[in-house]
């Protein structure tokens, strides 16, 4: 299924675990794993500038600087991607390094079509609490039209998935990609869909497990009321599962972002969660 997987790696411990979520699921496919060390502009422009502040237009000579800064970071990059290539080796599978220059989120987008997913950790070099997200993974959930698999808080097996569904179109390509990976690995699939409109939920939910039954997947449903992020992050517990799966945004079609269903729930959990446009 997933023949090659994209990682972005920048020495963060976010970095970290999205590498060890790659290995996980490349074990079962025997995927190639695609190492991306980004060196972001903004790390070669922000600081000469706060260094040198005004006299940068009066002639400091700024090319020194910015040779040694960039030298250093490509040093880093250089050993990031070794580390990283190491411990695929280790895993026994085969890696691919690359290393770039540019933004870090158009980057890694660019590098996509070269792989069936992104991932990435929930958060970068800046570290922030428990819960929060980078800015670079918020982007390029945004804007990849790849699924984008976000590294969870601790390791996981990925064995247990649940595909949260509201109906839209995105969650359809959710529903479709969940199938093909239960499918490959012989493991049964939750569905879970809240709403306080029965029949409707009823519905939503038998039409995607006669879908899951035309591919031969065991399937467990779910329907559930009240508040979407609660309820789902309930039934994940209850349920055990080690992996979620949902659309980039809901029935209407409204583009992922601050507020959204599948942004709340990415917040919530601690778990890896896929995230599919």
């Known amino acids: 299924m997933f023949t090659r997987l994209l990682v972005g790696l920048d020495g963060s411990a976010g970095a970290d675990a999205a590498l060890d979520a790659a290995i996980c699921i490349a074990r079962r496919f025997k995927t190639t794993i695609v190492l991306a060390a980004i060196t972001d502009i903004r790390l070669l422009e922000a600081p000469l500038y706060e260094t040198t ?19 250093a970071l490509d040093e880093r990059a250089t050993r990031i991607l070794q580390t990283a290539a190491a411990r695929v080796a280790e895993a026994g599978l085969t890696s691919e390094p690359v290393h770039a220059i540019g933004l870090a989120d158009e980057e890694l987008i660019r590098l996509a079509d070269q792989a069936e997913a ?34 969870g808080e601790k390791p996981s097996p990925c064995e247990r998935p649940v595909v949260a569904l509201d109906g839209g179109e995105t ?89 959204s ?3 709340k ?13």
Do not use: C
Request: proline share 5%.
């Open 261 to 263: 269903h599948a942004e």
């Open 53 to 71: 502040g005004p006299l940068w237009t009066e002639g400091l000579p700024a090319a020194p600087i910015a040779a040694e800064l960039r030298e």
């Open 171 to 259: 969650s359809n390509h959710a529903l479709a990609l969940a199938a093909r990976y239960a499918e490959a690995l012989g493991i049964p699939l939750a569905l879970v869909h809240v709403s306080d409109d029965a029949a409707t939920g009823d519905a939503l939910l038998a039409k995607a497990a006669a879908f899951l039954s035309e591919q031969g997947v065991a399937t467990e449903t779910r329907r559930l009321s009240g508040d979407v992020t609660r309820s789902i992050t309930g039934f994940l517990a209850e349920h055990g599962a080690d992996l979620l799966i949902a659309g980039a945004h809901g029935g209407r079609r409204r583009a992922w972002g601050f507020g």
């Open 265 to 277: 729930l990415l917040r919530a959990v601690s778990i890896p969660m896929i995230i599919h446009r």
């Open 118 to 151: 992104i991932v990435v950790g929930r958060r970068g070099e800046l570290h922030g609490e428990p819960g929060t997200l980078g800015a670079v993974t918020v982007r390029i959930i945004k804007r990849s039209p790849k699924p984008v698999l976000v590294a």
